[in-house]
């Protein structure tokens, strides 16, 4: 739960600066910030499948950047259905969702399921692989107690 709401909070956070970033999208406040972030969140869980299950095959052929104009979309439909929130043109919604995007894909590498800030470290030597342990770490070969070794 406490992932849900550190992102939802990261999603708001990126609505602001992406209003900041882009003239044609406007957030009225920071409570419509995160409003808004949680309309996209529901539009992204309930509409955004079917759109891309229709866009299947161009978003094929386009290698997955088809996506992108799909996050757009997303993004326009949070400005048409909420009053507060604006999205205005289709380069600035790709623009904003492109921000977004990097935004949120953040958010999720950098925190876990349970709401923990994940650290990933990475060390030159022999034992160069890092996996993900049962506790949502990330640790090397020694296991979630074991020592790093040259």
């Known amino acids: 739960?406490?992932?849900?709401?550190?992102r939802w909070v990261l999603t708001a956070a990126g609505l602001v600066l992406t209003s900041y970033l882009f003239e044609g999208i406007?957030?009225?406040?920071?409570?419509?910030?995160?409003?808004?972030?949680?309309?996209?969140?529901v539009l992204n869980a309930l509409i955004r499948p079917i759109v891309f299950l229709f866009t299947l095959p161009i978003t094929i052929l386009t290698v997955g950047l088809f996506t992108l104009v799909i996050n757009a979309f997303m993004l326009w439909l949070t400005g048409w259905l909420l009053?507060?929130?604006?999205?205005?043109?289709?380069?600035?919604?790709?623009?904003?969702?492109?921000?977004?995007?990097?935004?949120?894909?953040?958010?999720?590498?950098l925190v876990g399921d349970h709401g923990r800030v994940e650290i990933i470290a990475w060390h030159r030597g022999p034992a160069d692989d890092l996996r993900r342990h049962d506790s949502h770490r990330w640790v090397g070969p020694g296991g979630p107690d074991g020592e790093w070794s040259d």
């Open 1 to 6: 739960m406490r992932g849900i709401l550190i």
């Open 26 to 41: 406007r957030v009225a406040s920071l409570g419509r910030a995160f409003i808004a972030a949680m309309v996209l969140g």
């Open 83 to 109: 009053a507060g929130f604006s999205v205005d043109g289709f380069w600035t919604a790709v623009g904003g969702a492109l921000v977004l995007s990097v935004i949120s894909l953040a958010g999720s590498y």
